[in-house]
């Protein structure tokens, strides 16, 4: 179901999150739709041979786990992604369960922005992704 909370009712300090295990279809389907066949991501032997010793998985499909909880959760629907800074921390591991969280850190009333922390943690607690979305919420 996704939200629609008013500009007025955010508060900082507000959070969200959702939790999904990453397949390999999910790699694979983001490869298809975005053309990102980078063999680290689709190709066995070639990401043995790796620094990860195995596939690893988009950064930017755990990036999309943020935008998820942003537009459905938390602020919801009627709202407007100005824009998001990302630092890759870990890799995610087809396998991986992870945990996508924003919260409010700044509210700007003059200009309807939502300032939000964004972490991606993995089943272990470590930080993934780490960033900051700007948020225009009507």
């Known amino acids: 179901m996704v939200q629609d909370i008013p500009f007025a009712d955010v508060k900082v300090g507000d959070k969200a999150s959702m939790t999904k295990t990453v397949s390999e279809a999910d790699v694979y389907t983001f490869a298809g739709v975005t053309g990102d066949f980078n063999p680290v991501h689709v190709d066995i032997e070639f990401a043995k041979q790796t620094m990860f010793k195995e596939r690893i998985a988009h950064g930017m499909l755990s990036a999309g786990l943020i935008s998820a909880v942003l537009g459905t959760a938390l602020p919801g629907a009627n709202t ?13 591991k087809i396998g991986d369960t992870v945990t996508a969280t924003v919260e409010c850190v ?21 930080l993934v992704v780490d960033g900051k979305a700007t948020m225009l919420k009507k």
């Open 80 to 92: 407007i992604y100005m824009g998001q800074e990302l630092l890759f921390r870990a890799p995610v």
């Open 106 to 126: 700044e509210k700007l009333e003059a200009k309807n922005r939502l300032i939000f922390r964004t972490t991606v943690t993995n089943q272990e607690g470590v």
